[in-house]
Nanobody
Framework: QVQLVESGGGLVQAGGSLRLSCAASGTIFSRMGWYRQAPGKQRELVAT???????NYADSVKGRFTISRDNAKNAVYLQMNSLKPEDTAVYYCNGYRILYQRDYWGRGTQVTVSS
């Protein structure tokens, strides 16, 4: 069974930090990354690894967020620093299996940044 399980969300004051973790099981993904969805808004890319191993960040988080990956643990992480109230959202882990051309999603973890 293919699964993605996020952890590490919570409530933090503006300027604070959080580290999100995503544990994958059941397969090795070609690409993994993080997306977020704020209330009333569409889901948007936060940070991803491409299939070639390079990283891609949304402009709004560049310089503040860092994505990392532990292939041995089949996990991906998102270090979030200098958090802002506009970072408040549900953060979803994403995995893509290129062989099946299919996206997989975790259930999400809530991040709330208070001003």
């Amino acid at each position: 069974q293919v699964q993605l399980v996020e952890s590490g969300g919570g409530l933090v004051q503006a300027g604070g930090s959080l580290r999100l973790s995503c544990a994958a099981s059941g397969t090795i993904f070609s690409r993994m990354g993080w997306y977020r969805q704020a209330p009333g808004k569409q889901r948007e890319l936060v940070a991803t690894f491409t299939s070639g191993g390079s990283t891609n960040y949304a402009d709004s988080v560049k310089g503040r967020f860092t994505i990392s990956r532990d292939n041995a643990k089949n996990a991906v992480y998102l270090q979030m620093n200098s958090l802002k109230p506009e970072d408040t959202a549900v953060y979803y882990c994403n995995g893509y299996r290129i062989l099946y051309q299919r996206d997989y999603w975790g259930r999400g973890t809530q991040v709330t940044v208070s001003s």
